[in-house]
């Protein structure tokens, strides 16, 4: 018997169960913990070129969550943005040359921009507000922010243009 015939049968649990007694496997319950220590995979950004995705991570000594972005040209992984960062909202550029996504900065957040291949990320200024994210438009040459305004970040929004 093995996992695959498992699959075939309609109790499921009672035949992984003897698959994992066969091959000497030791079953235990997932805890809470186990499943806060498994990385969330975001929605992929693709390309000619690249394959960008937001992996989420949770630190439970620090008591919240990162993201940080990794690419891949088909090989190993590489992460794209540091640890100890968050990058939400990942927009790829039409022509593959560069990343944006959204980092908080202190209390408010803002839209940065690296090229793929990696480098440093640049924070876009002359933000109003805290970011929620991004568009870029077709020709990969302009950046669109959406960003929350007002004093409490929900009382309106605000799109603003940047050449880049």
């Given amino acids: 018997m093995s996992v695959h015939d498992c699959a075939r049968t309609p109790e499921l649990r009672v035949c992984l169960r003897a698959v994992a007694l ?11 913990e186990a499943m806060w220590n498994i990385p969330r995979v975001g929605s992929p950004l693709l390309s000619e070129r690249w394959l960008i995705v937001p992996v989420s991570t949770w630190d439970a000594e620090a008591g919240g969550s990162s993201t940080r972005l ?28 560069r990343v944006s996504f959204v980092r908080k900065n202190g209390d408010r957040s803002q839209v940065h921009v690296m090229p793929t291949d990696g480098g440093e990320p640049q924070a876009l200024s002359g933000i109003e507000g805290s970011a929620i994210g991004s568009t870029w438009s077709p020709d990969s040459r302009r950046l669109y922010v959406l960003s929350s305004v007002g004093p409490k970040d929900h009382d309106g ?6 050449a880049l």
Avoid: C, F
Avoid at 22 to 32: H, L, S, V
């Fill in 157 to 162: 929004v605000h799109i603003s243009d940047h």
């Fill in 70 to 97: 990794w690419r891949s040209d088909g090989g190993t992984p590489r992460p794209l943005t540091s640890e100890g960062t968050s990058a939400s909202s990942p927009g790829l550029a039409p022509d593959g040359a």
């Fill in 22 to 32: 066969r091959y000497g496997w030791r079953m235990k319950p997932i805890t809470a």
